[in-house]
Nanobody, 115 residues
């Protein structure tokens, strides 16, 4: 059974930082592409960042230069370091995994940035 469990969300003031974690089980983490998505109230879910098995990363333009995605294959965990947070970053953040042709999602963690 595949499980992706996010943690690290919360309430932060604009300009602050948060670090999200996603612990994965039930997949071969080292070969999986991992990513983060977010969904703000009343909006569609949007892609935030991806880190592939080799470690290469990609970011949405809206977070480039502020967010850093990383992975620790020994711990089966991915991270999203979020700096210089803005109120428009407020959303539920979801961990995602692409593993052997299937996609998996975590339950989400709320990030709220106050102005």
């Amino acid at each position: 059974q595949v499980q992706l469990v996010e943690s690290g969300g919360g309430l932060v003031q604009a300009g602050g930082s948060l670090r999200l974690s996603c612990a994965a089980s039930g997949i071969i983490f080292s070969i999986s592409a991992m990513g983060w998505y977010r969904q703000a109230p009343g909006k569609q879910r949007e892609w935030v960042a991806t880190v592939i098995s080799g470690g290469s990363t990609n970011y949405a333009d809206s977070v480039k230069g502020r967010f850093t995605i990383s992975r620790d294959n020994a711990k089966n965990t991915e991270y999203l370091q979020m700096n210089s947070l803005k109120p428009e970053d407020t959303a539920v953040y979801y961990c995602a995994a692409a593993h052997l042709g299937r996609n998996y999602w975590g339950q989400g963690t709320q990030v709220t940035v106050s102005s």
